[in-house]
């Protein structure tokens, strides 16, 4: 088949890189002509482990990056919109959207034949049949369910292994109101035999992507709400309240070879200094204020942000408890990524917990293994110290803060006992041994 992909960030490069390794041709639009140059050449723009692998067992063959939108569009069948999304502080902020899908719909003028467009990017229930489509129809002049088709495909992807999870998915959404869409859509994931394939309409399709992220952001919350209390009551520790409630049968599928195993959502269920990232916090607001607007306020999504906002500030009255003042006081970041295994610090925990130290006065080193490049821009006001080594980076700390939960820290007990042993440590993911420390602080502890 021949796909258009608008938009070459994580989610559409990923898309493109896969779907082309499966044998469609696959053109990927960006705005961006850096990104687009070194698409091209076979080199991913993000860091994301396979990537580059099927970059160069792609590119030149059935995937190709380009600038020039309308071609794009024209020389395809089906164009999956995936642009950005982002929260704007009060509401869903749909302009590259809107603008791609006016795009659309201007190439779709001059095109024969039927043409599929959908929606990838998280939009709020509702987007794709009330905003897209009248606007496709508005600037293609061609008429939806006759000339064109509009769809929703969520994406369930995560940032980190985002290759695997894509060509292994869990589920495959397909959202469509006309029938020739879904056959689309169904001609696009025909290769993913064995994976459950949920047919829906559009809205229902946009409400499963908030349904999905909004429970394991509660998840979160719900264990570090416990976090808290274990802390202000003493004598009980949240890890161990958790390792109890995950024995439950509940969260112990029996697997194929008759044993229990831990399900994968127990790992939302820890303890830690919070969660953040491209989607969890925007995708959660967004939901509560078109859930405000609708007249249907979310108290309990709202309590879930609010937690997850008080955790940045707990991990900092962890460091203060140990000094005076942080005047001064050298404090060591450990992982600037909002989760391991990916270089993308949108909404990292590392950012107000950064932010809330450097205000308070102290002088701060940050430590991460791949996304220091990104931190110097996003946080080039805050003084902050970037240091690679990670031996380097402790020797010198009053004070450490653990962020990030990358494997690489696995081994930090033993550097900091060669390094550092007096520094207080701060383990924001609760972790590590707690006894391996001389000084050791963990959230809800
Ligand atoms: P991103 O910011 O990494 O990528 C968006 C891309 O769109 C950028 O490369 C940008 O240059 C391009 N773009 C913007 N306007 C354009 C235009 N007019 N023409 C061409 N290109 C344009 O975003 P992302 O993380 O890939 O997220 C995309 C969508 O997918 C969002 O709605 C997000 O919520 C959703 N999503 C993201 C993830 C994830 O883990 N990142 C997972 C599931 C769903």
Known sequence: MKVSIIGAGYVGLVTGACLAAKGHSVLCVDKDPEKVGRINEGVSPIHEEGLNALLTKTVGKTMRATTDFPAAVRDSEITLIAVGTPF????????????????????????DGYHAVVVKSTVVPGTTDEVVLPILEET????SG???????????????QAVADFMDPDRIVLGANDSRTLTLLE??????????VLRTNC????????????????????????????????????????KGVHLSNYLRPVAGDGRRVQAPVSSFLEAGCGFGGSCLPKDVNALISHGRK????????????????????????????????????????????F???????????????????????????????????????????????????????????????????????????????????????????????KSRFARYEGIGL
Not at 140 to 143: A, E, F, L, P, Y
Not at 308 to 315: D, L, S, T, W
């Open 203 to 242: 809205k229902t399709a946009e409400m499963i992507k908030y349904a999905s992220n909004a429970m394991l952001a509660t998840q979160i919350s719900f264990a570090n709400e416990f976090a808290s209390l274990c802390s202000a009551l003493g004598g009980v520790d949240v890890v161990d309240v958790m």
């Open 88 to 111: 704007d502080g009060k509401e869903i902020d749909l302009a590259q959207v809107r603008e791609v899908s006016s795009l659309i719909g201007r190439a779709l003028r001059d095109k």
């Open 187 to 196: 001609r696009l994931y025909a290769e993913f035999q064995g994976t459950p």
């Open 294 to 337: 609708a007249g249907s306020p979310m108290p309990l999504l709202s309590a879930v942000i609010e937690i997850n906002r008080g955790q940045f500030e707990k991990v900092v009255r962890l460091v203060e408890k140990h000094f005076p003042s942080l005047q001064g006081i050298r404090v060591t970041v450990l992982g600037l990524a």
């Open 146 to 160: 006759r000339d064109f088709g509009v769809g929703m495909n969520p994406e369930f992807l995560t940032e980190g």
């Open 339 to 433: 989760k391991p295994d990916t270089d993308d610090m949108r909404e990292s925990p590392a950012i107000p917990i950064i932010r809330l130290l450097a205000a308070a006065g102290a002088e701060i080193t940050a430590h991460d293994p791949v996304a220091i490049p990104t931190a110097r821009k996003i946080l080039a006001a805050e003084k902050v110290r970037f240091q690679e080594d990670l031996e380097k980076a402790v020797a010198d700390a009053q004070a450490i803060v653990l962020v990030t939960r990358w494997e690489e820290y696995r081994g930090i007990p033993d550097v900091v006992a060669r390094a550092n042993p007096e520094a207080v440590f701060v383990d924001g993911r609760r972790m590590l041994d």
């Open 140 to 143: 293609s002049g061609r008429i």
